[in-house]
């Protein structure tokens, strides 16, 4: 059933009705940001509001009524995680060591949606240079998530998830380095994509740039295939981008699952951290697929152990980030990338080239292994959103342990990979599953998430 405020419903529902005249973009953003004023002062998903937002609005309104829209997102209200630049905006990073001169272009993400009509809300809390999973930084404080305001929404894209889980707009642009778009979209409940690597372009490359991806966020899949079209466009910018794919990712997005081969992945490489109600939610994932007809068997890939590989790739990044700091003012830094970077700044050349081997062996093997199976069902995250205020402690071990076990593998492999939710636990947070697919596979992994999406049905958002 289709919701009657206009600020809990999809991109998809949002647009047919602009076409039937029956809502206006200025309508549609009014719901967004009465909310926003209402909800925003505890969940703190914004690093900044855009000003301009409700002219845009009406210049959108003024072409749907001429008939005439710029584009498939025209009037429907987004967000941009502030790793991103959003022309006429500074890019802080989470950080007080980052310069607060506006940006005098847009990131090619941004670039997309705008050149789709898209209305820009504002833009979305990280946590610092985006490094670590736990929704808080030094410049924003702590976002917190709609679902439960003492626990946390996730990072590195924590605005972006608890944003759209508290309905402030139905997209959201995230990055992902090692599962900060999926983590986020986990915890709070919503749709996060990590598509294939140089899908969509990036510039300025951010600290992890071998491995990160910038991505929708959303309530539904569908509406993260119809945000996917806007953003994965071609930017000489960006010299690893793939070119242009004139695709609609939506179509086939409805064919199901039925003779798929899915692999119920337990293991990746290491015994990853995993709770008895994950479990259970990886478990009801899998029936849900193989009712649905697609042929599921458990399987591990023949993985090197991929801790180490991804800690010194994360290490070395966050350690060349302190370097680019005056020393005036590390002490205004996250204490955590410190930590990290003092202990990775003493790696040899050889080690690391020695890591970014294993990574590419790593991405060999899961191609080997998607000669087998189309897609790959895994858990998402070890627990549901952990407390909102609770320290960083052993960020190293807090990595494969506690933040990112299950989802750092697809950034070394490069791979697509979709957050799905498929339910609530027993304390009312939610879990969420993985499905992802061999690198430029994307098509199948929205494929795999929607027909997940269909067959569990998630409440979409919480009671707010």
């Not at 719901?31 to 409700?54: C, D, H, M």
């Not at 996250?334 to 020695?354: C, K, T, Y």
């Not at 950034?411 to 697919?437: H, K």
């Amino acid at each position: 059933m289709t919701p009657t405020d206009p600020a809990l419903m999809s991109a998809e529902d949002l647009l047919a009705l602009y076409a039937r005249r029956a809502l206006s973009p200025v309508e549609a953003l009014k719901a967004v940001t009465e909310r926003v004023a209402r909800l925003n002062p505890w969940v703190n998903a914004f690093a900044a509001l855009n000003p301009r937002a409700i002219q845009q609005a009406g210049e959108s309104e003024a072409r749907w009524m001429a008939g005439r829209p710029m584009g498939a997102l025209d009037g429907v209200p987004c967000t941009v995680k502030d790793l991103l630049n959003l022309a006429g905006f500074p890019t802080r990073r989470g950080s007080r060591t980052t310069d607060a001169t506006p940006a005098t272009e847009d990131a090619p993400a941004v670039m997309g949606l705008k050149r789709e009509g898209a209305v820009i809300l504002g833009k979305t809390t990280t946590t610092e240079f985006g490094w670590k999973t736990p929704g808080d930084c030094p410049l924003h404080g702590i976002t917190r998530n709609p679902w439960n305001r003492e626990r946390t929404p996730g990072g590195s894209s924590s605005g972006a998830g608890a944003a759209a889980a508290a309905s402030f707009g139905p997209l959201h642009i995230g990055t992902d380095a090692g599962g900060s778009i999926r983590i986020p979209a986990a915890y709070c409940g919503v749709v996060g994509v990590k598509p294939s690597f140089g899908r969509v372009p990036q510039w300025p490359l951010g600290a992890f740039a071998n491995v990160a991806a910038a991505g929708p966020m959303a309530r539904t899949v569908r509406d993260s295939a119809l945000m996917l079209n806007a953003m994965a466009r071609h930017d000489l910018r960006d010299p690893f981008c793939l070119p242009d794919d004139a695709r609609d990712w939506r179509d086939g997005i409805e064919a199901g699952v039925s003779g798929l081969r899915v692999a119920l992945v337990r293991r990746k490489g290491f015994d990853a951290p995993l709770d008895q109600e994950g479990t259970d939610a990886l478990d009801g994932a899998a029936r849900a697929l193989e009712s649905m007809g697609a042929i599921v068997e458990e399987a591990e890939p023949n993985l090197p152990d991929i801790r180490a590989v991804f800690g010194r790739v994360w290490g070395v990044a966050l350690a060349r980030l302190v370097a680019t700091v005056p020393a005036e003012k590390h002490a205004l830094l996250d204490p955590g990338i410190l930590e990290v970077a003092e202990r990775e700044s003493r790696m040899s050349a050889v080690d690391f080239l020695g890591a970014d081997a294993l990574r590419i062996e790593a991405a060999h093997a899961m191609a080997r292994f998607h000669q087998r199976f189309d897609l790959i069902l895994s858990p998402g995250t070890p627990t549901a959103a952990f407390g909102a205020d609770q320290p960083t402690l052993q960020p190293h071990m807090a990595l494969w342990r506690d933040w990112a076990p299950w989802t750092f593998l697809f950034n070394l492999s490069r791979q697509p990979a979709i957050s799905v939710p498929v339910g609530l636990d027993s304390e009312g947070m939610p879990r969420a599953v993985q499905v992802a697919a061999a690198l430029y596979r994307d098509d199948l992994a929205f494929r795999g998430a929607r027909a997940l999406e269909l067959a569990v049905r998630h409440p979409a958002a919480p009671d707010l």
